[in-house]
């Protein structure tokens, strides 16, 4: 046994010092002992800077060393609580009171307070209209128009008011940060040249100390975490391109968990005695996207901008079926903007709900003027003109991957209905030039298979129809589903906001700028023979620090 730990730790070692993938892939002594306490997990992401301000692809791992105030998970769990422990809103809708963990500490031993709070959300406000503006990265600017003032009524008192009813000083996902560490650096450094170089100062359960892009981040446990210092010795979190190595370290045993597996993996290993395999709803919603843009930035037809012809397509697409074949049973097939993770507020439209129909879509394409004519077996539009759709598709980093099964599955079914597709496979960076807003070059495509993961708050639900916003990635505008986001945006009642995203997402299905496909799950799995504590079906959670906090050795 003292062999194998020293193994074990000479391993560490040459990980912390060199490459992390080579390590976990071909040291099978790392595997066998757990004795050192040090999870190992691995993931299909690319972090590029430890700073919050400057990047959005550093989620994975800041989420375990900066809190959000509330979040996401603190609303739907009690025992996943942010910086804040309660929180409520007076009766004017406008001011809210949120009361922190009592002598809280940031985890280099200064206290972690209101202050601390307000200053995090005042340095991005007082940023706004400014020549360097918090825009750039996962910390940034978005919704604090809304807010009036940003108070530390005492220590452990936060006061945010706002300027009209809103529940972002809720749902907001800010990083909140030490002021002590950041009050002395400037917008221009914090939005790009400031490195935050570990170790980080955190008040999450596991602190960044050690970063390499590209490799691995090392990790300890916060001695001065809230609710006590989690039990492990560390974490080792590997990043990856693709999900075949984080498949062969659950096998090995040189990893403890691993996410972003495909459904042939995820199937591989739940076959494996060893291996607990798990599967967790997200936000992401997979989507085909008609390019509704009548100027600048425009599709080859008219067509895409009629919603009779939209909603013909819509009886051409089986989402049973891209869910069964392409994602092999994991995801819930698509139906409006709201996705089923967002319980809440989620509907299945059934009284709306199209269904798979090839002769249906056939039907209503004839009667809304597009015919085949000359009996070729391709429709014309209303010019006259032959259909010919250009299909483009690709994977925003970080995102569930579309299986092209999917793509090609649409492609087919639309051919049998008259309207031939040529189908473009793009890469992040390709993919996010093309579907810009065309005042900045996107659009000049026809039709678009993507996804896109923000949250479960209402707004961001609601945003894929809002006129002019980088997410409106079909270019389609509605005065009236305008009128709903703006009213979205100022209710603070749940039932009101229920209300209100339900009438945005009829008129938004009706209309038909999207054809939601899929809400795919995020699949995982996790070794049970180093550590206990994990969840059931979220294994890990993809909001918050869960559970990270209450891991213990076996």
Not at 244 to 249: F, K, S, T
């Amino acid at each position: 046994m003292n062999s194998r730990l020293l193994n074990r730790r000479t391993v560490v070692k040459a990980v912390l010092l060199g490459s992390v993938s080579s390590w976990l892939i071909g040291t099978r002594t790392f595997a066998l002992s757990c004795g050192d306490q040090i999870v190992r997990i691995g993931g299909a992401v690319a972090p590029d800077s430890m700073n919050p301000f400057a990047t959005y692809g550093a989620f994975y791992p800041l989420f375990l060393t900066y809190d959000f105030l509330v979040g996401v998970d603190a609303q739907r769990h009690d025992d996943r609580k942010g910086f804040a422990q309660s929180w409520s809103v007076a009766d004017d809708k406008l001011t809210w009171t949120f009361k922190l963990w009592p002598k809280m500490q940031w985890s280099d031993g200064h206290p972690a307070t209101a202050n601390d709070v307000a200053f995090t959300y005042n340095y991005l406000r007082k940023s706004i209209g400014a020549p360097d503006e918090l825009n750039a990265g996962w910390n940034n600017v978005n919704g604090l128009e809304q807010i009036k003032s940003v108070t530390a009524v005492d220590d452990e008192t936060l006061q945010i008011v706002t300027n009209v009813p809103t529940r972002w000083p809720a749902d907001n996902i800010v990083m909140i940060v030490p002021e002590h560490i950041w009050k002395d650096v400037s917008y221009a450094e914090a939005r790009s040249t400031f490195r935050n170089d570990p170790p980080l100062v955190g008040t999450g359960p596991m602190i960044v100390q050690e970063f390499e892009q590209g490799q691995f981040a090392r990790l300890a446990p916060n001695p001065y975490f809230r609710t006590g210092k989690p039990a492990t010795n560390g974490m080792i979190f590997s990043f990856f391109d693709n999900a075949d190595p984080i498949a062969q370290g659950l096998k090995s045993g040189s990893l403890d968990y691993g996410m972003s597996l495909t459904a042939a993996q995820w199937t591989d290993l739940s076959t494996n005695s060893d291996v607990q395999v798990g599967q967790s709803r997200i936000e992401q919603r997979n989507y085909l996207a008609f390019n509704t843009a009548s100027g600048e930035g425009a599709g080859g037809t008219k067509a895409l901008q009629d919603p009779a012809f939209r909603d013909a397509v819509g009886y051409a697409i089986d989402q049973k079926l891209i869910v069964d074949r392409a994602f092999r049973g994991h995801a819930d097939p698509g139906v409006g903007v709201v996705m089923t993770a967002a319980s809440q507020y989620y509907s299945d439209l059934s009284d709306i709900q199209r269904h798979f129909d090839l002769t249906e879509a056939a039907r209503r394409l004839d009667a809304a003027g597009y015919k085949d004519s000359d009996g070729d077996g391709i429709r014309e539009d209303k010019g006259g003109k032959p259909f010919q759709l250009e299909l483009i598709t690709g994977n925003p980093t970080g995102n569930i991957e579309i299986p092209i099964a999917a793509v090609e599955l649409i492609a087919g079914w639309l051919g049998q209905i008259g309207i031939p597709v040529s189908v473009t496979q793009l890469d992040p960076g390709a993919i996010q030039a093309r579907t810009a807003v065309p005042a900045k070059g996107g659009g000049g495509w026809d039709l678009l298979v993507i996804s896109n993961w923000l949250t479960s708050n209402p707004g961001d639900l609601v945003v894929i129809g809002k006129s002019g916003d980088r997410q409106n990635r079909s270019y389609w505008k509605n005065e009236k589903f305008d009128e709903l986001v703006s009213a979205i945006d100022v209710a603070v009642e749940l039932e009101k906001s229920k209300a209100l995203i339900d009438q945005a997402a009829r008129l938004i299905y009706t209309e038909a700028p999207y054809i939601m496909l899929c809400y795919p799950f995020q699949l995982d799995a996790r070794r049970k023979d180093c550590f206990r504590g994990w969840g059931d079906q979220d294994i890990v959670s993809v909001n918050s620090y869960f559970p990270f906090d209450r891991l213990r050795p076996i």
